[in-house]
């Protein structure tokens, strides 16, 4: 859990990096970008600090998980602002739903380690809910061919988190 959760946060941190280099400098959407991104560095230092912590394997894709970020954050946002954004949608619709599955999953263990990462959790999912809101709200549905675009980024994540919890 803890391994495919500090995948996902890599995979974030590279997209919001990818979409930075292309509109970084876009004075509406740029900062928010930004926002994001300090969010997903706080939550990939997190993992990081997590993984040793509970004797976890990090993932040995890391530098997969990296480059397939960028790519698809600045791919995304070479096609546009509305494009990024819908990127966005993709990816934190997966992620929340994948946190909202462990937190049902950790409801039924009970001592201390799991209640302080049932915590950490919940906090995430929430900035990933809210990260959904905001793409959703700078106009991630007006993206050019919406549907098929954040069916195959939705796909995508869905095979990442598989892909990480077999290897």
Known sequence: MIRIDQAGEIGANYIYKG?????????K???????????E???????DEIIP????RPTFLRPVWEAAGFILGAGTA??????????????????????????RELLHIENDDV??????IKQFRDDELHHLDTAVDLD????????????????GCKAAIWITSRI
């Open 78 to 103: 070479m096609m546009g602002k509305e494009a990024a954004m819908a990127c966005t949608e993709a990816v934190e619709t997966v992620i929340g739903e994948h946190y909202n599955d462990q937190l």
């Open 115 to 120: 209640s302080e990462l049932r915590k950490v």
């Open 140 to 155: 991630a549905q007006k993206a050019p061919f919406h549907g098929i675009l954040t069916s195959i980024i939705h796909n």
């Open 29 to 39: 959407v740029g900062p928010i970008i930004q926002e994001m991104w300090e969010q």
């Open 41 to 47: 560095k706080y939550h990939l230092k997190t993992f």
């Open 19 to 27: 979409q930075m280099a292309i509109l970084g400098n876009d004075k």
């Open 53 to 56: 912590r509970y004797r976890v």
